[in-house]
Nanobody
Framework: QVQLVESGGGLVQAGGSLRLSCAAS????????MGWFRQAPGKEREFVVA????????YYADSVKGRFTISRDNAKNTVYLQMNSLKTEDTAVYYC???????????????????WGQGTQVTVSS
């Protein structure tokens, strides 16, 4: 069992930055690929970025490539999402998710994920 708790969301102006964190409980964190998803009001949950269990592989959605950076610290059971050059369309609830490691080099699918956090709100104002 893995519990995920996101933090770091908030209100920021367009062009600004935020860093999200996702802290995981349990000793098996390093065996999971981790991902970030987001869901804006009235829209479906969408994939943002994923990182392999080792941290050596990442995969970004085109919409965030070059602006967002995912990283993880397995010693701290934490995955991070550094978000720069934020746009109003980045406004959403951001969720982290864990998937038993099976890296495909493509986006993570929500149905593949075993555990989810409760989400953290990111609001980007113009």
């Amino acid at each position: 069992q893995v519990q995920l708790v996101e933090s770091g969301g908030g209100l920021v102006q367009a062009g600004g930055s935020l860093r999200l964190s996702c802290a995981a409980s349990g000793r098996t964190f390093s065996t999971y690929d981790m991902g970030w998803f987001r869901q804006a009001p009235g829209k479906e949950r969408e994939f943002v970025v994923a990182i392999s269990w080792s941290g050596r592989r990442t995969y970004y959605a085109d919409s965030v490539k070059g602006r967002f950076t995912i990283s993880r610290d397995n010693a701290k059971n934490t995955v991070y999402l550094q978000m720069n050059s934020l746009k109003t369309e980045d406004t959403a609830v951001y969720y982290c998710a864990a998937r038993g490691s099976r890296w495909f080099g493509t986006e993570m699918i929500p149905d593949e994920c075993d555990y989810w956090g409760q989400g953290t709100q990111v609001t980007v104002s113009s």
